[in-house]
């Protein structure tokens, strides 16, 4: 698919991830940052904490995430440099085509040895408002990223496995345009409490993702459980 489909294709708004904080008044074209707890971390058993950062100027106004209070301080570095920069190419088109960005996030999924965020939001341009979805998941033991590529087994039984249970999900969705073609190792994924969230747009004018979700019980046969080394200390 091509970049700048990608960019401004649209996707399943959910609900934001609400937090505290106090707003500040930014000059033209000025980045700010703010820093607050996410109020709905304060429940998970996870031993680190997340807080909620934001870049604004005029054309921009995102929400991402960075983790505090890690164990393993170079790894908690790497992922948060991972989530700074996760939309910087999101920033840089909106800001040179002076079209309003907003982007908030989710998070998805906050475990000891995954995490899973899902970045959300609308850009305006050309007259249109486009809708954004982008995913980002940690293997929280080596920082690595995790995708649909490296989730899987690297063999034909567990795609194959993958590919049925994705079938099965795409049975029950009613908003896509096209039968299901198989799982593919582009599509875009991320992590909930009980499932895995397969995501993908149909075609070049598609103006939603297909999202098929299926039991991480399940898929789990046919998942890696090492996604690369550790970072040198």
Known sequence: MKYKKILL??????????????????????????????????KSEASYDIVKKSI???????????????????????????????????????????????IDYEVTYKGEDILSIVFKGTQKHEGGEYKI????????????????KNLIKPDESAKNAI?????????????????????????????TDDALVFYYLEDDMSTDYVKLSISRDEAKP??????????AS
């Not at 960075?66 to 920033?91: R, S, V």
């Not at 049925?164 to 994924?189: I, P, Q, R, S």
């Not at 046919?222 to 970072?231: A, D, I, M, Q």
Request: hydrophobic letters at 35%; one cysteine or more.
């Open 9 to 42: 294709c649209t996707i399943i708004a959910t609900g934001l991830v609400l937090s505290v904080g106090c707003t500040k008044e930014v000059e033209n074209n000025k980045t700010s940052t703010e820093t607050a707890v996410d109020v709905s971390e304060k």
């Open 163 to 191: 590919n049925e249970l994705l079938k099965e999900a795409a049975k029950d969705n009613k908003t896509m345009k096209h039968e299901f073609t198989g799982f593919g190792d582009w599509m875009g994924v991320y992590f």
């Open 56 to 102: 604004k100027n005029d054309y921009v106004e995102v929400y991402y995430p960075q983790i505090e209070n890690m164990a393993g301080e170079l790894i908690m570095d790497y992922i948060n440099q991972d989530l700074e920069n996760a939309l910087k190419n999101h920033i840089k088109e909106a800001t040179e085509l002076k079209s309003k960005l907003v």
């Open 133 to 148: 979805l982008y995913a980002i998941n940690f293997d929280l033991k080596t920082s690595n990223k995790i995708f649909a």
């Open 222 to 231: 046919y998942l890696n459980t090492e996604f690369g080394e550790r970072p």
